[in-house]
């Protein structure tokens, strides 16, 4: 059975930082693409950025390139969101997912097969 369990979100102030991490099992995500999505109330599932597992390729949403670095560890099967001088838009639940490396489908979140339950960012001004 698969299992993405999200953790490291918390509250922070603008300006801060924060790593969420994502802890994969169940399968082998070798030629997968693992992506983080955030969501703030009201608003659609937004996509931040995707790694491919076995080369580790990355792909950002404009809004995130410069402060939001996306990595991950083999050996611990865990991938990771660095967030550097976070803003208040940045709020919102963030959720993992793994899913097929198609370059043009990344930032679709019906392009993931997989999905963690989530966890809440929240950047105060």
């Known amino acids: 059975q698969v299992q993405l369990v999200e953790s490291g979100g918390g509250l922070v102030q603008a300006g801060g930082s924060l790593r969420l991490s994502c802890a994969a099992s169940?399968?082998?995500?070798?030629?997968?693409?693992m992506g983080w999505f955030r969501q703030a109330p009201g608003k659609e599932r937004e996509f931040v950025a995707a790694i491919k597992w076995s080369s580790g390729s990355t792909y950002y949403v404009d809004s995130v390139k410069g402060r939001f670095t996306i990595s991950r560890d083999n050996a611990k099967n865990t991938v990771y969101l660095q967030m550097n001088s976070l803003k208040p838009e940045d709020t919102a639940v963030y959720y993992c997912?793994?899913?097929?490396?198609?370059?043009?489908?990344?930032?679709?979140?019906?392009?993931?097969?997989?999905w963690g339950q989530g966890t809440q960012v929240t950047v105060s001004s």
């Open positions: 997912a793994a899913g097929r490396w198609i370059v043009v489908t990344l930032a679709r979140a019906s392009n993931y097969n997989y």
């Open positions: 169940g399968r082998t995500f070798s030629n997968y693409a």
